[in-house]
């Protein structure tokens, strides 16, 4: 399975960012996609996921904020980010599990100035 982020960038406290990764390889039986970021000196952490059946699942401190959403048909996985805060900073992962097996694309970078 090949991930492939797309949609990162610099934007300013408040404003907004729609991220995108699109699977290709074997994607047949993908089921949980979702969202990490890692900030400098961070561990990688959960932004968000979501199930082949919709059923989502957010970090406490993006609720509210970003919202995870898939195409199936597309095999591709968004998250819009709103209400962006210089926090949100850090390089975003798109994730994808596949019979028991995790994975990674290679990383988009949100920088959020203040």
């Known amino acids: 399975v090949q991930l492939v982020e797309s949609g990162g960038g610099l934007v300013q406290a408040g404003g907004s960012l729609r991220l995108s990764c699109v699977a290709s390889?074997?994607?047949?039986?993908?089921?949980?996609m979702g969202w990490y970021r890692q900030a400098p000196g961070n561990q990688r952490e959960l932004v968000a996921t979501?199930?082949?059946?919709?059923?989502?699942n957010y970090a406490d401190s993006v609720k509210g904020r970003f919202t995870i959403s898939r195409d199936n048909a597309e095999n591709t996985v968004f998250l819009q980010m709103n209400s962006l805060k210089p926090e949100d900073t850090a390089v975003y992962y798109c994730?994808?599990?596949?019979?028991?097996?995790?994975?990674w694309g290679q990383g988009t970078q949100v920088t959020v100035s203040s």
């Open positions: 994730a994808a599990r596949r019979l028991g097996l995790d994975y």
């Open positions: 390889g074997s994607i047949f039986s993908i089921n949980t």
């Open positions: 979501i199930s082949t059946g919709s059923s989502t």
